[in-house]
């Protein structure tokens, strides 16, 4: 399974940017989709997440400034960033648990290449 994201940049505080990511490869389904960042000097930390019946949870740093949002039928999940402050600059990264049916079952995690958000005046 291979995760695909897109659509980190540079912005200017209070700016807005929308991050995607898309899964591809062998699986029956996508369980739960999260974004994590990683600041320079600091520890990857979850941001949001979003399981399959589209429930969802923020870090509380981002509460009413990042939405997660999911379409099924696409394998894609997205995080819509809005009032961006300096210390959202990281590195952000999908991830992905997926589950595989055939002869057995199979379960696992996959990471998408990560993608950099700069918020900078």
């Known amino acids: 399974v291979q995760l695909q994201a897109s659509g980190g940049g540079l912005v200017q505080p209070g700016g807005s940017l929308r991050l995607s990511c898309a899964a591809s490869?062998?699986?029956?389904?996508?369980?739960?989709m999260n974004w994590h960042r990683q600041a320079p000097g600091k520890q990857r930390e979850l941001v949001a997440g979003i399981a399959a019946d589209g429930k969802t949870n923020y870090k509380d740093s981002v509460k009413g400034r990042f939405t997660i949002s999911r379409d099924n039928a696409k394998n894609a999940v997205y995080l819509q960033m809005d009032s961006l402050k300096p210390e959202d600059t990281a590195v952000y990264y999908c991830?992905?648990?997926?589950?595989?049916?055939?002869?057995?079952?199979?379960?696992?995690?996959?990471w998408g290449q990560g993608t950099q958000v700069t918020v900078s005046s």
């Open positions: 991830e992905a648990d997926w589950l595989l049916i055939r002869d057995t079952y199979e379960v696992g995690r996959a």
């Open positions: 490869g062998s699986f029956t389904r996508i369980n739960g």
